[in-house]
């Protein structure tokens, strides 16, 4: 707003308005005069310019946005801690610490024997992608096989500057009240590994609701995931009772989003030098962004389309790969159109 209020725009303004038959040039006491206060003055709408920005949540850096949020009741939500499964020759104690590469996981529930759930003592999504052997920091008597074998719930970096100022602009769209849906989709996404939820009324008789649910990559939730989330909203075994954070009265089931696979056959002519075994990791790398990216709109679909020129553009832009044809989408050469509670998942990849 004020980018033409600079130093030597304001100098040479003030400077204008002395009268002509007085000594202005460089050096002289009126310039000597003028010029440090011009800076000061060049200074001011600099910090004038930084309130604005600040002042509105479209433009606010992330303090002040989070200082805005708070206005409606609006926190960014915390970073979370990855649980996953370990598997031991042996039960070991609660609380046993082990190390898998650069993480160090704990156990904190017994689901069997020699089986434990396993959460990390660092929060984020970094440790999601770390599974294997356990070392354990201390001895443990009679312990001779340890691995990390599955991620179950997976950790959630803190919400970031414009999750967050996109969750504050929504608020104002629709009012989350009384657990009405706008609630059921904030409560429920804010627990730890929810990517997405569609809430649907009395699907089983009055007073009953269904919440519908992806994981955090916005893949079907695991067991696990969806044990955590029924507990959280409305446990089973104290079903309508109120005493989660669904109201009395509402029995509440969650389910998981059903994945739908996406088998894909095509034609492709690769450079010189190159073929589907060097371009196939790529490949699969931007079908993986194409179905992420399309599944984190599936809360606000009511049906996700799978577009054919979709497939093909992101394939062309894989090094090596400069031309496709003849696409098929489970054997079909049109778009799918997927069920309202299905999400795409990758499938085979064929050259023809």
């Not at 039960?91 to 024997?113: H, M, Q």
Request: hydrophobic share 35%.
């Amino acid at each position: 707003m004020y980018e033409d209020k600079t130093y030597e725009n304001i100098l040479q303004d003030k400077l204008s308005r002395i009268a002509t038959t007085l000594d202005k040039r460089e050096g002289s006491i009126i310039y000597d005069a003028l010029a440090p206060n011009s800076l000061e003055s060049a200074m001011i709408y600099v910090a004038l310019d930084t309130i604005l920005n600040e002042t509105f949540a479209d433009t606010a850096s992330r303090d002040y946005l989070i200082l805005r949020c708070a206005e409606r009741g609006i926190s960014p939500l915390a970073a979370t801690f990855a649980v996953a499964i370990g598997e031991f020759n042996i039960d070991v104690p609660l609380g046993s610490r082990f190390s898998c590469d650069k993480y160090n996981w704990s156990a904190t529930e017994k689901i069997g024997v020699g089986k434990y759930y396993m959460t990390c003592e660092t929060s984020g999504s970094e440790p999601n992608g770390y599974i294997g052997s356990l070392i354990p920091i201390e001895y443990i008597d009679g312990l001779i096989t340890a691995e990390l074998t599955s991620i179950v719930i997976n950790g959630e970096n803190e919400e970031d500057t414009e999750a967050l100022r996109l969750r504050y602009l929504n608020s104002f769209k629709s009012q989350s009240y009384g657990f009405n849906r706008a609630q059921y989709i904030a409560v429920t996404e804010a627990l730890p590994d929810v990517g997405g939820c569609k809430p649907y009324r009395a699907w089983n008789g009055p007073g009953t609701v269904k919440l519908v649910i992806t994981n955090s990559g916005y893949g079907p939730p695991s067991d696990e995931l969806l044990n955590s989330v029924q507990t959280a909203i409305d446990p089973t075994q104290n079903g309508g009772e109120g005493i989660g954070l669904a109201p009395i009265d509402h029995e509440v089931t969650v389910v998981g989003a059903e994945g739908a696979q996406i088998d894909i056959e095509t034609s492709l002519t690769f450079a010189p030098g190159w073929s589907l075994t060097e371009c196939l990791p790529y490949i699969n790398a931007v079908l993986e962004n194409y179905y992420r990216e399309l599944n984190s709109t599936w809360s606000t679909e009511n049906g996700l389309l799978i577009r054919v020129s979709q497939i093909e553009s992101r394939i062309l832009t894989v090094s090596g790969v400069i031309d496709i044809s003849g696409t098929k989408l489970n054997g079909s050469a049109s778009n799918i159109t997927l069920g309202k509670d299905e999400i795409a998942i990758r499938g085979a990849f064929i050259n023809a």
